[in-house]
């Protein structure tokens, strides 16, 4: 008789936990990077206030700008691997 050989669940579950431990890893990438962001961001709301120059105000608010711009991005990829990760911990 061929007995079917069943297929091993155990290659799955390390599968999905390498992918889990990958997603992870990626999203404390983000959150790094967020925080480095945020952190510039606040010292250029500090220096914006306490600017005399000209040329100096226009470049800290075109930093600002580029910031603020930054930011919302990383923070959808985040929450799109955070996502991600939600579902994998469902399927385990």
Known sequence: KNTPVPTAPNSTKQNNASLLKKLQKKMDV???QIQQLEAQRDQLHQLLSSTVSGNELAQHARSLKQLEQQL???EAQWLSLSEQMDVGEVSK
């Open 30 to 32: 983000i959150e790094a």
């Open 72 to 74: 919302p991005e990383l």
